[in-house]
């Protein structure tokens, strides 16, 4: 579809990824399963220009990636059966034996997991540095520091990073710069727009929307990333069903409406939490009084549905009772899905660069899309509960 250099995102999520000239006119595309695919000349069978399998992506697939490099400002886009795998498809595309990767403190646990276990085996060393690092980060740069990865915000305490700060220093010493950016969603921040070389998202998040998909997606820049993605994409043989594909196509289209009202909610539950005397701190990068406003409001235009605040050190071994509590809040660990969602993140925190201070229990809240005042019922049920 036709778009002019000033469209707006809004209408990009509605107006982009569709091809109906290859699907009978029809808005939305089939899904168009396959393993095989069939030529009509022996000429063809070898054409680096044709698709020859069905590893390869469908019609179905297509109508998803055009959509997300283009909302996104990349060359290209290869989807992946999960947001993990994306992460480390990334990891195993740019890095090699003998070389260093520098990773956000922050970073989504099992992405830690996969440097500290499998990066590790196969001769790749990791540092950890402490996520609002800024251009310091210069000082953790080896001569084989291969990748910087980041994560802004950290996806359970928060922490936004100086995304243009870093980037700076990777650009001056031509280090490839890769992003989690699924907090954001890939629209309230854009980050190959600031910079970024490689922009991942777990599509599992707001673009499924419906808690019923796993997928993820790498955006790269520019077309040599691109092609390493796709060549790793390949080795590794990753194949993603097109069932998923198009529940998340159905899904995304409604994206930014779901996202802004989450965004709204969570912002409201994120004030309510701050009058409450149980709560020591609400983590919440768009509170005007937080640590990394500044840089917030710089870099984003929107925050999504995600906040996590710190239980009163006294009140912190009764996290559960106040868990068990709710009756609208579910207990999962995912998040951006229609129902809003509650974890205690305390026994899942790895940090080499721990908060000093003794804050108690850190619960991370996903804010869906109920009704705000029973939300804040439910709330209100939960403290009542650590009466008891
Ligand atoms: C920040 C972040 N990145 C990536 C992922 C991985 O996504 P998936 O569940 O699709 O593997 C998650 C999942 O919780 C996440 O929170």
Redesign the pocket.
Known sequence: MKQSENTKIETQFIQGGKNPKNQDGYVNPPVQRGSTILFERAEDLYNDDLRSYGLEGSVTHDNLTDLLSQTMGGAGCVLTP??????TLVLLATLKSGDHILVSDSI?G??RRFCDLVLKGFGVETTYYPPRISDKIEEFIKPNTKLIFL?SPG?LTLEIQDVPAIVKVAQKHNIITAI?D??SAGVFMQPLKIGVDIS?Q????YQGGHSDV???SVVCKDITLHNKMVAMHKNLGLGVSPEEVWLCLRGIRSMMLRIKHQDMAARKMAQYMQTRPEITQVIHPALEDSEDYAIWSRDFTGAGGLFSVYLKPELSDKVNTMLNSYQIFSMG???GGFESLVIDCTPQLRRNFPNKEQKGALVRYAIGLENIDDLIADLERGFEALKV
């Not at 999960?82 to 992460?87: D, E, F, H, R, V």
């Not at 777990?202 to 998040?205: I, Q």
Request: proline share 4%; glycine share 8%.
């Open positions: 999960s947001g993990l795998n994306a992460i989504y099992p992405n994560e996806s989690d699924t907090w991942i777990a599509l599992t998040k796993l997928l993820g660990f995912s998040w």
